[in-house]
Each structure stands twice: as structure tokens, then as C-alpha cells.
């Protein structure tokens, strides 16, 4: 084999090349076989020259011992992970990285068969060890580039969060603060503009926190924590928390009967917290003076809770958009834009499903679909009146 690759070095490179070239990115062939492919066919014809000589063992530095194991150091070895980089660097995959070599070796087979070339066992020994500790090296660094890129990205995505939090966290804050300051001046009281100020300012600094932990639950993956109640006992609460959101934005808020027998089987801070964020979006967009509806029935084995606005509707095309991290469709772009995202999570990892429909010139119905249960009639509560 020795022989062999001295004297067929070219066709072989030649013929790695066309493989590479067929799968690389643009622009990228001739760089990667220059540090990656060459280098190592040079490698395996420096470890068959020194097996010839009366020290065998001294191909080891180059090649790297068999049998994997704590890696020791070899040129095979260091030039294969400085290759595994590279190809991470640009754009390649993992199974790239492994048929990159097995390239090599494809080819010295076809070429000894087309050739008729008698290579013994003993070298394609010494040829697999080589493919294995350079395969080996090569995904191993990929891999902790891969993991170290990864890391990057999710650290900066995790900094922009942050970055929008603490700078909405700071404009209310802010508000609220200097409300508060000219109400303790005295010139105006609790229940004039100023003290709207002040509620609308408190009402944002919640529903910050209450998306925030709902979005460190779901990222954790803390488990659910589901308890059966009622629909009617359900939004009532959603009621109680939303009716301070409609005075602050100037809506009303209606809210329908609901079957006193009609229950849910869910992580309830979750689902709360979800409902009680489409209501913050539909009273953020609806037109002032107007309306908010929420709506609870049952169809077949699911309920059904509707969120309805009157925003004046969506653009085409805007529907599932809405849904995406940091997406803010209307000219009012108070908030992060990742309210809705962390809604459709929390109500997916309890077996349901958030929709929107548009409704071109009046709003939108947006629609949390989840699995029927039912209360015994002890249980049940009064249905609360609506409106």
C-alpha cells in the first residue's frame, strides 16, 4: 500500500475532491481537502514508511494507538480536530465530517480493485486505525465547536430577553414612580388622571412578571402540576384580575355564562396565566370605548375558551406570525413580543391547542381548545352574571 498511495497520490486527492465538491457549501472544496484530506493521506503514507523500518512502533506519533481510549497525542490527531473545526466553521454537518474520510478510504479501494493492487491485511490495519483516530478526533471537536457556537447563541438570545425585560420593567417602573410622587405632592389625588397613570403603570409591571414566570416554567420544563376546577370558578378569577386592565384601557369587558358542571384538568397558574394574557393583548389593541369578550363553552370532549377583541383585524398573513418569539404586528409595541409564544407553550404542554381566527374589519377571536372534564354537582359554583 505504501507504494500504492506514493505513486496514485494524485488520482486520490482528485477523486476525494469530486466527492467533497458535490456535497460542500460553495467556495469551501479546495480549502477543506488542503487542511483536512491531503494532509491525512500524507499521514498514512509517513505511518506505512515508518512500519517498514526496524522501529515500527514509532508510527504511533503520527497515527495514534488503536483501540480508542483516553486520546493520546498524534500529528493524525491534531491536524483531524483542527479539520473537525474548520468544517464546523463552515457550514458543514456531522455525517460530512465522517464521510470526508471515508472518502479516502472508498477511493483507495475502488482505485486498488480498478489497479488490481495487492495491498495485505497488515496495512489496512494501519489504514482503518489512522480513518478511526482521524474520524474520532475530527467529530469530537466538531462536536465542541458545535456545542460551544450553540452556547454562544443561546446566551445572547438569552441577554436580548433580558435586555427587553429590564428595559420594559424600567419605563413602568418609572411611570408608576412618578405618579406616585406628584400624588404625595398633594395637588391631585388617587382617583384623578394621575392616579390612572399610576394603575396602568402597576398593571404592566404584573403582567411582566406573571409572562416572565410563566416563560421560566416552561423553558425550565418544571413538571405541570394539574388540579381539576371549575370553568365558571376559572373565569371568574380571569374576570377579577382583568376588570382593573378594562377601566385602565377604557373597554368593556363581557363575560358569558358557562355550565356549572363544565371543569378543566390542567396546570391552572399556567392556563391563568396564558387566558390572562390574551385579555392583556385584547384590551392592548382593541379601540378604545370597545369591547372584550370572554367566551367558555363546550364542544364534544373539549372546551373551548374565546378571547375575542376588536382590534379591526389582521393584515394577510399576520395570523400565525403573531405566535413567534419577539413578533409585534400593531403600531403599539409596548411589551417584548413574546407573549403570545409563551401562551401557545403553556397551553400545548397541557394537552391543548391556542389558535386565532381574523375577523377582517372588526378584530380577532383567539381560541384555547382544551380537554372536558366535569365537576360533580356539589362542587359546582353559581354561574356568575355577565358583563
Do not use: W
Not at 479546495?30 to 491525512?40: N, Q, S
Not at 425585560?165 to 424600567?170: G, I, N, S
Not at 413602568?172 to 405618579?179: G, N, P, S
Amino acid at each position: 500500500m505504501y507504494q500504492f498511495l506514493i505513486s496514485n497520490r494524485d488520482e486520490l486527492i482528485a477523486r476525494c475532491r469530486a466527492k467533497v465538491a458535490g456535497r460542500s457549501p460553495p467556495g469551501t472544496a479546495g480549502e477543506e481537502l488542503k487542511h483536512g484530506i491531503t494532509v491525512f493521506l500524507d499521514q498514512v503514507i509517513k505511518t506505512l514508511a515508518l512500519e517498514r523500518t526496524s522501529d515500527p512502533m514509532r508510527s504511533r506519533k503520527v497515527s495514534g494507538r488503536s483501540g480508542g481510549g483516553k486520546p493520546a497525542l498524534s500529528e493524525i490527531g491534531e491536524s483531524a480536530a483542527q479539520h473537525g473545526k474548520e468544517l464546523m466553521q463552515h457550514g458543514f454537518t456531522v455525517e460530512e465530517v465522517v464521510h470526508d474520510y471515508g472518502d479516502l478510504c472508498q477511493a483507495i479501494t475502488d482505485l486498488a480493485f480498478e489497479q488490481d493492487a495487492a495491498i495485505s491485511i497488515d496495512e489496512f490495519r494501519t489504514l482503518n486505525r489512522c480513518l478511526d483516530n482521524a474520524i474520532a478526533n475530527a467529530v469530537t471537536e466538531f462536536g465542541y465547536q458545535r456545542d460551544f457556537v450553540v452556547a454562544d447563541q443561546q446566551a445572547h438570545a438569552l441577554n436580548e430577553r433580558l435586555g427587553f425585560f429590564a428595559h420594559e420593567l424600567r419605563n413602568q417602573l418609572c411611570t408608576a414612580t412618578l405618579a406616585l410622587s406628584v400624588i404625595k405632592g398633594g395637588s391631585v389625588g388617587l382617583g384623578g388622571a394621575t392616579g390612572v397613570v399610576l394603575d396602568r403603570a402597576l398593571v404592566g409591571l404584573g403582567n411582566l412578571i406573571d409572562r416572565s414566570l410563566a416563560e421560566v416554567r416552561m423553558t425550565a420544563g418544571l413538571p405541570l402540576h394539574n388540579r381539576l376546577f371549575s370553568v365558571v370558578d376559572f373565569l371568574a378569577e380571569l374576570k377579577l384580575s382583568a376588570s382593573l386592565e378594562a377601566d385602565v384601557r377604557g373597554c368593556k369587558l363581557n363575560v358569558s355564562s358557562v355550565d356549572p358542571l363544565l371543569a378543566l384538568d390542567v396546570d391552572r397558574d399556567l392556563i391563568l396565566a396564558a387566558a390572562g394574557n390574551l385579555l392583556q393583548n385584547a384590551f392592548k389593541f382593541s379601540h378604545p370605548h370597545s369591547e372584550v369578550t370572554l367566551n367558555a363553552y363546550a364542544m364534544a370532549d373539549r372546551v373551548l375558551i374565546d378571547v375575542e377583541d376588536h382590534c379591526g383585524g389582521l393584515p394577510p398573513g399576520d395570523a400565525e406570525k403573531m405566535f413567534q418569539p419577539f413578533t409585534q404586528g400593531a403600531q403599539d409595541r409596548s411589551g417584548l413580543g413574546l407573549g403570545l409564544s409563551i401562551s401557545r407553550r403553556s397551553i400545548e404542554a397541557n394537552g391543548g391547542i391556542l389558535s386565532v381566527r381574523n375577523v377582517p374589519g372588526s378584530g380577532c377571536v383567539f381560541t384555547i381548545d382544551l380537554p372536558r372534564h366535569s365537576v360533580s354537582r356539589s362542587r359546582a359554583v353559581p354561574v356568575p352574571p355577565s358583563g
